[in-house]
């Protein structure tokens, strides 16, 4: 049987103490938007913009800077950044470049990201954390929940599982954007999705 991730969270948000901290690993803002909306009532957020797989310095500046100005608008959450660190993402995609979208490039791309997610939340003495990625229709929720799981009990820190996709979540992130104005990519950051 399917897991049900939304129905899962929302059984740890209502038994989790309000003001619980939490770090939420972020692609962008426009996806920030839709999951702080419904984590900022339960949890102390801080957004971890963490994205090695973005392959133009220009466009990791530019989504980096909008994620900044939606937190200083908004005041839903804190900000913890992360190296830039384009390597990274380069030596898991390598003899993967003919993969297609969606393909294990990008299992090993969620991995990268939540792995690091993972270790940077214990290290900062978080004692739960997710990723904006669910919220995607494009990102497939039952491996970002496999890998943020295991991610979570390698560094002894719990993972939130999430499909914040479900109950609207990406119209929602749409109508947010258009709010505030925030810039929307239409790839999702790394040379082989804008190819």
């Known amino acids: 049987m399917k897991r049900n991730y939304e129905q899962e969270m929302q059984k740890i948000i209502e038994s989790t103490p309000k003001g619980t901290k939490l770090l939420l690993h972020s692609c962008c803002a426009p996806c920030s938007s839709a999951c702080l909306e419904r984590l900022k009532e339960h949890f102390s957020v801080t957004v971890l913009y963490y994205n090695p797989n973005i392959d133009e310095d220009s466009e990791y500046a530019k989504r980096k800077a909008e994620q900044i ?92 599982p999430s499909d914040f996709k479900k109950k609207g979540g990406y119209p929602r992130s749409i109508e947010l954007s258009a709010k505030h104005q925030l810039y929307r990519q239409d790839f999702c950051g790394c040379k082989y999705s804008r190819r």
């Open 69 to 160: 100005r939606f937190l200083e608008e908004t005041g839903w959450a804190d900000f913890l950044d992360c190296d830039y660190d384009k390597e990274a993402f380069e030596r898991i995609a390598q003899g993967l470049e003919n993969e297609p979208e969606r393909g294990s490039r990008c299992y090993l791309c969620y991995n990268l990201r939540l792995e690091k997610t993972a270790k940077l939340a214990k290290a900062h003495g978080f004692p739960w954390f997710c990723t904006t990625l669910t919220l995607s229709p494009h990102k497939n929720a039952d491996w970002l929940n496999e890998l943020g799981q295991k991610a979570g009990e390698k560094h002894g820190v719990a993972f939130l």
